[in-house]
Antibody, heavy 121, light 111 residues
Framework: QLQLQESGPGQVKPSETLSLTCTVS??????????WGWIRQPPGKGLEWIAS???????YYNPSLKSRVTISVDTSKNQFSLKVTSVTAADTAVYYC?????????????WGQGTLVTVSS | QSVLTQPPSASGTPGQKVTISCSAN????????VYWFQQLPGTAPKLLIF???QRPTGVPDRVSGSKSGTSASLAISGLRSEDEADYYC????????????FGTGTKVTVL
């Protein structure tokens, strides 16, 4: 059974870089037609798609975040990662990693439980 | 850029039907599929409807979706207490650089 688990610091200082990793278990991250992505949710607010990636390295970004965001995949570790640079309080959110099947935003697969990242000095 | 607007809240008593709307501010919405997600309190979202009106395996047929032009709807009939959750529509916006946009969200309360 495919499972995803986010990991990373729960607090990041303003202007620094937020780094998160999603560990995939139960299947290969390189499985055909499987995409991987990040979605975030500020406390008490709605959902925002951040980025998606295919195991081949093809990437898809939210245009409003693209200049600060990098998504990458490490097939040897069955993990994919997110980096957000120059963070501000507006980046405080629960960050979810998720599995898409067939397309970069076809969220048919499971999601991680989410990890809260707080931007604060 | 597309904005998908939902009513902030909806409610019903057990057994009733509740309908949630999702309205787009651009005509791009008309070309693309709508997806609906359910988010139970303290949990990750779960896909309820894909491609406007298709249900993933395991979603009961009392949940249905529809789309017409720049608007879409999610209907939940035979309302149950476990349906109390936040619901989000979503769609791909292929204007400019392309973006996947979530709706503003609707809190459904079972009275």
């Amino acid at each position: 059974q495919l499972q995803l688990q986010e990991s990373g610091p729960g607090q990041v200082k303003p202007s620094e870089t937020l780094s998160l990793t999603c560990t995939v278990s139960g299947d290969s991250i390189s499985r055909n037609n499987y995409y991987w992505g990040w979605i975030r949710q500020p406390p008490g607010k709605g959902l925002e798609w951040i980025a998606s990636i295919y195991s081949s390295g093809s990437t898809y970004y939210n245009p409003s975040l693209k200049s600060r965001v990098t998504i990458s995949v490490d097939t040897s570790k069955n993990q994919f990662s997110l980096k957000v640079t120059s963070v501000t309080a507006a980046d405080t959110a629960v960050y979810y990693c998720a599995n898409a099947i067939g397309g970069p935003v076809d969220w048919f697969g499971p999601w991680g439980q989410g990890t809260l990242v707080t931007v604060s000095s | 850029q597309s904005v998908l607007t939902q009513p902030p809240s909806a409610s019903g008593t057990p057994g009733q039907k509740v309908t949630i709307s999702c309205s787009a501010n651009t005509s791009n919405f008309g070309r693309n599929y709508v997806y609906w997600f359910q988010q139970l309190p303290g949990t990750a979202p779960k896909l309820l409807i894909f491609r406007n009106n298709q249900r993933p395996t395991g979603v009961p047929d009392r949940v249905s979706g529809s789309k017409s032009g720049t608007s879409a709807s999610l209907a939940i009939s035979g309302l149950r207490s476990e349906d109390e959750a936040d619901y989000y529509c979503a769609a791909w916006d292929d204007s400019l650089s392309g973006n996947y946009v979530f709706g503003t969200g609707t809190k459904v309360t079972v009275l």
